[in-house]
């Protein structure tokens, strides 16, 4: 029983390592605190529900539609929106996030209705056994889409002139306009590709876990959570948060219950703000 526990949550851990990796790569680079994330997760989950609804795709095919699509949207939204205010305090830009987040849960209100909704694949409940444990096909099928997401920003960061561009500007802005950085274009890629991944999370959530408008709130927190366990300023750092928090989560819930989980979260939060504060990888001043 405690085994199937761990790796229950493992699995779920891999989702919010996801859910998380576009949140600490705006928040590392651009120091902006995006509270909008989890309506971005949203919007990507009905852009896969749609998409499997209406004209049957699957979801691990649509993933990369969604991918695309939120992209677009993240990318024109700071480059056309956020940039205008991107050297303002940091109070004005969580106002701004946050007014985004309301305009997109309640547009998603009007269009959608507020009708809790789930993608039903028909592998859905598929699964295989490895001695006394049991593993969902789509659970695992996320965990490692996850991790192949986290590779590929890790590649991108560190091994392209795109990545190089983004790490010269989060470290000194000042030195990368000096060396030729576009820095305005720098900004709105990096939004794009946190805001992709969060479309990708959503993707993976719909498959998992039913849906509606205002889904996105504890989403957010969630990310949030994930972030400052993980540290800020290496891509693995959500994953470790992820995996942390979705087996204390699991964990947790089978002692004390499921109406406990949020709970956990923030316990979990609370104590590594106090005793590690930069998070388990985050890097040092």
């Not at 996801?18 to 909008?36: C, E, F, K, R, T």
Request: with cysteine.
């Amino acid at each position: 029983m405690l085994l199937q526990i761990i790796v229950n949550g493992i699995l779920k851990g891999g989702l919010y390592a996801l859910m998380a990796l576009g949140m600490s790569l705006i928040w590392g680079v651009m120091d902006i605190i995006n509270i909008a994330h989890g309506a971005f997760i949203m919007l990507g989950a009905y852009c896969t529900y749609w998409l499997f609804n209406l004209w049957g795709v699957d979801p691990f095919i649509s993933l990369f539609l969604s991918i695309i699509f939120m992209f677009i949207i993240g990318y024109g939204i700071q480059r056309y929106l956020i940039n205008l205010v991107i050297r303002a305090t940091i109070f004005i830009t969580l106002i701004l996030a946050f007014g985004i987040e309301i305009f997109i849960n309640n547009l998603a209100l009007v269009m959608w209705t507020a009708d809790v909704r789930k993608v039903q694949v028909p592998y859905g409940a598929s699964n295989f056994s490895i001695g006394c444990v049991t593993i969902p096909y789509v659970r695992l099928g996320a965990f490692f889409i996850a991790l192949v997401i986290a590779l590929v920003f890790y590649f991108v960061l560190n091994k392209t002139r795109t990545g190089r561009s983004i790490r010269a500007t989060a470290q000194d802005l000042d030195a990368a306009r000096l060396v030729g950085v576009d820095v305005a274009k720098t900004y709105a890629l990096t939004f794009g590709m946190g805001v992709g991944a969060a479309g990708a999370a959503g993707t993976l959530w719909a498959v998992l876990f039913p849906i509606n408008p205002m889904m996105g709130g504890i989403l957010t927190l969630k990310s949030f959570v994930v972030v400052i366990i993980g540290g800020l300023g290496t891509m693995f750092g959500p994953i470790i948060g992820g995996l942390t928090l979705g087996v204390a989560e699991a964990l947790g819930s089978n002692w004390f219950g499921t109406t406990y989980e949020n709970f956990i979260s923030f316990t979990i939060l609370v104590l590594v703000l106090i005793f590690l504060p930069k998070g388990i990888l985050g890097k040092s001043e």
